[in-house]
């Protein structure tokens, strides 16, 4: 360091010494370690964001397979392109690339064991093409035998059970990524067979899903469930994590041409083996043993849930001792300590009986003081929370007294899992439903519950005829089983979502349907309810109008009734005047003429007045309500513009960027109001159809 103080000019000469290509003096080679490096310059390339971010095509290089296979392992490791900020500086090419990748996650991928199945299976392929291009045949059959081939040997080529364990390193990361997994699984079993989608995957979907349906039959696991137009919605409550996913109808379904069912495909593979995973864990964790039985032959004949028996662990009577009690001996309690024991809780109980005896009565305030605490909102248009209740009855075994008979029309397989999910145990169902059933006589006296889902009961077979195909129920015309409630399928699922049995007259056969709301929605203040009464939900304005319509209304058909009147009496004077034959057609003309110039003056008339704001004379009389009412609208319409004119005054003390975030706001609120007031507008229009009907 004294040298540099002595010599300040030191450092300047070594960077031109440097520069000129030159070694550095003597003096100063000691300190000449650190300027080289500053004084590099970098190549384009190597540092910043194109060091970060790496092409497709250059991934696809840098690891040595196909691109199929590339997709197949950035879809299994949960690798996806990346946009960066600047696509400039991150291209190294002149062509423009489009698909990006971190450099790291590319690295990474350079250590997956499944690289090498993939090469190993390239190589094997390019084996077999050049002995079958030398005319070696059994050179090439020697190498298809030895070759992993799943479709004819069984043999997986493969296997993504380390790639669940690194994705997922604990149970519960895996039950929150079930969303997915479930709806894309729950499709396939539903696909037909195809040359993209084979039939063993497709039956080992199904069999994946029906395991997972018992699992949550039997765990009571099952929550909500909401019919759309997409499918069926299902939650579950799985170790406190809800999921919720998506089961298509059992319709026929057409697979079209424009779908890559290969990446789809790629999915379903990880999705098998994860929900796998999943199916053991949550088995084991019931003590059930997996995977269950599986009855091929009832599964043939349509039994689906029915083709599956639960069963428990082996466990030895040792083996159950050990894991009960640590593996420690079990002996009894010694007779001295427990006598003692007793002596001490019977004398606790008889001073507590005492003090009860000796209490007076406690006050109207103290005795209420057990009720359950309400959680109402603090501000008007705070959250609702939901309310606890007394009710000690369990939600999962709400159908468990129940007897339940599903005709052929229902839909057999979501009614079945729902109703068994909330613990009924005994559904029967037409024979040409499939196998599985609980009973296939519709006349069971055992039967509680007929769902049932057409307008009316018809007779299936009438004397003299054979039985209908359409209908299997052997009664009379328009009859029921006594002591039977019918109801439509609907009613389980509200039933379902409100944790209580809905009352079956508003559900019976070819009745008008409550609306199906979706039980994920939470209702928020002044949005539109179909649950509320219109009254307690339309704003003041929307009231005032509608009460001025009904007005309107019946003013006009008054009016019709006196028309009608007049031209009654009209008639009885044509038909006295008829004996009069002195009336000629020039008169009848100009008579017609006076009308017309009288109905034109006095819509000129009209407009004058209107213009003027004053009244017409020979108008019709108004009377008290409808007056009353068109002062309210007028005062509504008053107060409206004054809190509008309050607003825009507030606006202008904002700042610019405060005012329009404020605007978009408020854009949004007003489109939403909008939307619920065409909403309420329908209703009210439906209810007076209704009750001009009625």
Excluded at 156 to 170: A, C, F, G, W
Excluded at 229 to 242: H, P, R, T, V, W
Excluded at 378 to 386: F, I, Q, S, Y
Aim: glycine share 6%; charged share 30%.
């Amino acid at each position: 360091m004294e040298s540099w103080s002595r010599d300040p000019v030191a450092p300047l000469l070594l960077i031109v010494n440097i520069c000129d290509g030159r070694a550095p003096t003597p003096a100063v080679a000691h300190h000449t370690t650190i300027w080289p490096q500053c004084l590099k310059s970098k190549k384009k390339g190597q540092a910043g964001q194109a060091r970060n971010y790496i092409t497709r095509t250059q991934a696809v290089k840098k690891l040595q397979i196909s691109l199929p296979d590339f997709r197949k392992l950035c879809i299994w490791k949960g690798i996806y392109p990346r946009e960066p900020r600047n696509r400039k500086k991150v291209s190294k090419s002149a062509t423009a690339s489009t698909t990006f990748y971190y450099y790291k996650d590319i690295q990474y991928l350079l250590h997956e064991p499944l690289l090498q199945k993939f090469r190993d299976q390239k190589v094997l392929e390019k084996k077999i093409s050049r002995a079958l291009g030398r005319g070696d045949v059994g050179n090439a059959a020697r190498l298809e035998r030895n070759a992993a081939r799943p479709d004819k040997t069984g043999k997986p080529r493969y296997t993504l059970n380390h790639v669940i364990r690194e994705r997922y390193p604990t149970f519960i990361d895996a039950i929150r990524d079930l969303d997915d997994c479930l709806s894309m699984l729950f499709l396939f079993a539903n696909l037909p067979s195809t040359s993209s989608v084979p039939a063993k995957m497709i039956a080992r979907c199904e069999r994946l899903c029906l395991e997972f349906q018992h699992y949550l039959i039997v765990s009571n696991s099952l929550r909500k469930s909401f019919l759309s137009i997409k499918g069926i919605y299902y939650q579950a409550n799985i170790q406190g994590e809800d999921v919720l996913w998506l089961v298509p109808y059992k319709f026929n379904q057409r697979v079209v041409g424009d779908i890559d069912f290969r990446i789809m495909g790629t999915f379903v593979e990880f999705y098998m083996t994860l929900l796998g995973f999943v199916n053991y864990r949550l088995y084991t964790s019931l003590g059930l043993k997996y995977p269950p039985k599986f009855d091929q032959l009832k599964d043939e004949q349509g039994a689906e849930l029915g083709a599956f028996s639960l069963e428990g662990l082996n466990l030895a009577a040792n083996d159950e001792t050990k894991a009960i009690t640590n593996g420690e001996t079990q002996h009894g309690p010694d007779p001295k300590v427990q006598a003692q024991v007793n002596k001490l809780v019977q004398q606790l109980r008889e001073e507590s009986n005492e003090k009860m005896e000796e209490t007076p009565a406690e006050d109207a305030e103290d005795k209420s003081s057990d009720a359950i605490d309400k959680f109402e909102p603090v501000a008007p248009g705070g959250d609702v929370l939901p309310q606890p209740s007394y009710s000690s009855s369990d939600p999962s075994q709400l159908f468990s007294k129940f007897t339940f008979f599903l005709s052929r029309e229902t839909p057999r397989q979501s009614l079945e899992f729902i109703l068994r999910a909330f613990g009924c145990k005994r559904i029967g169902w037409d024979a040409v439903l499939g196998e599985g059933s609980f009973t296939t006589d519709e006349s069971d006296p055992s039967i509680t519950h007929q769902i049932v889902d057409r307008p009316v009961v018809q007779a299936a077979m009438e004397e003299g005829d054979g039985e209908d195909n359409q209908t299997a129920q052997k009664l009379g015309a328009n009859q029921r089983y006594p002591g039977r409630i019918y109801v439509q399928p609907q009613w389980v699922w509200d039933s379902v979502n409100d944790e209580e049995l809905k009352s079956p007259e508003q559900y019976g056969p070819g009745a008008q349907l409550p609306p199906h709301l979706s039980p994920f929605v939470k209702p928020m203040q002044g949005q539109y309810d179909p649950t509320m009464p219109l009254e307690e939900q339309q704003t003041e304005g929307e009231a005032i109008d509608a009460e001025l319509e009904d007005a309107n209304a019946e003013g006009e058909e008054s009016e019709v009734e006196n028309d009608m009147d007049i031209a009654s009496d009209d008639d009885e004077e044509e038909d006295e005047d008829a004996e009069f034959e002195g009336v000629s057609e020039a008169e009848e003309d100009d008579e017609e003429e006076d009308e017309e110039e009288a109905a034109t003056l006095q819509r000129q008339r009209e407009l004058e007045a209107e213009l003027a704001g004053k009244s017409v004379k020979g108008d019709k009389k108004v009377d008290a309500k409808t007056k009353a009412k068109l002062e309210a609208k007028k005062a509504h319409d008053r107060k409206k513009k004054q809190e509008a004119e309050d607003l825009e005054r507030a606006k202008g003390m904002l700042s610019k960027k405060k005012r329009k975030l404020f605007e978009q706001m408020q854009y949004t609120n007003n489109k939403k109001s909008a939307e619920d007031m065409k909403l309420r507008a329908k209703r009210r229009k439906m209810e007076k159809e209704l009750a001009k009907k009625a």
